[in-house]
């Protein structure tokens, strides 16, 4: 795996709810006249700023060994994998379209990222310092070209302005782990897009969540997606 492009898709972030039309296949949620809504930005989530939330989505994502890890899942059988409390995290990807089937309890919040980098010092030991660490995130966040999240194929818009930096966080990387290091405990910082969505009514649901980061180099273009289609079903527990 590229440990410079681990990026992944989730949901977190937005002050305020942009909606635009549902298109005519995917009417669900319409239908039930819901509409997502997500947390405000400015915001603390059951007493969390979005910037938290996003460094405990990155450790619940890289604490968790290949063979169970939900961001390497590609059918949603490990998508309950660390789950706990209010809040849920969805994955995104190391890069690539993926499809999961994922049932969730009601009255739980969902939190995820269309495209998202995170920096450690395990990975990169050149790195002497938490602003050593930052520049490199921003490098690659700075890159993405484009963002997309829709609750069935409701969009929600504007979601370049939600760009959250974790504070420094640490982690454990268990032996097996995604990013191919030895087990060890660093620290490391994000930077990305971020979406706290409400708890969802009992229903079924399609998510998506798109990131695109576009990088010019000397002898070419490298291109990043991660492109992740949740369909959920929600069920009081």
């Known amino acids: 795996m590229d440990n410079i492009r681990k990026v992944a898709v989730v949901l977190v972030s937005i002050s305020f709810v942009f909606i635009i039309l549902p298109s005519s296949s995917m009417v669900k949620a319409a239908e039930n006249n819901y509409r997502p809504e997500v ?76 495209i998202s980098q995170e920096v450690s010092y395990a990975e990169f030991p050149d790195s002497k310092t938490e602003s050593d660490l930052r520049v490199k995130a921003k490098n690659f966040q700075d890159k993405v070209t484009h963002v997309e999240f829709t609750v069935n194929g409701v969009g929600i818009q504007n979601l370049s302005k939600y760009r959250v930096q974790s504070p420094l966080f640490s982690f454990a990387l268990p032996k097996d782990n995604v990013l191919g290091l030895p087990a060890q405990t660093t620290q490391g910082v994000s930077d990305g897009t971020w979406v706290i969505l409400h708890p969802l009514p009992a229903g079924k649901y399609e998510i998506h969540s798109k990131g695109i980061s576009v990088d010019f180099t000397e002898t070419g273009v490298q291109n990043f997606v991660s492109d992740v289609t949740y369909h959920l079903t929600v069920v009081k527990p």
């Open 39 to 114: 947390f405000p930005l400015t915001s603390k989530p059951y007493g969390k700023t979005y910037s938290e939330w996003s460094a405990l989505w990155w450790q619940w994502a890289l604490s968790i060994p290949t063979n169970a890890n939900p961001v390497k899942d590609t059918t949603g059988k490990n998508c309950a994998q660390g789950q706990k409390g209010p809040v849920w995290f969805l994955a995104g990807t190391f890069g690539g379209a993926i499809e999961r089937f994922c049932t969730i309890p009601t009255g739980v919040t969902l939190a995820t990222n269309p």
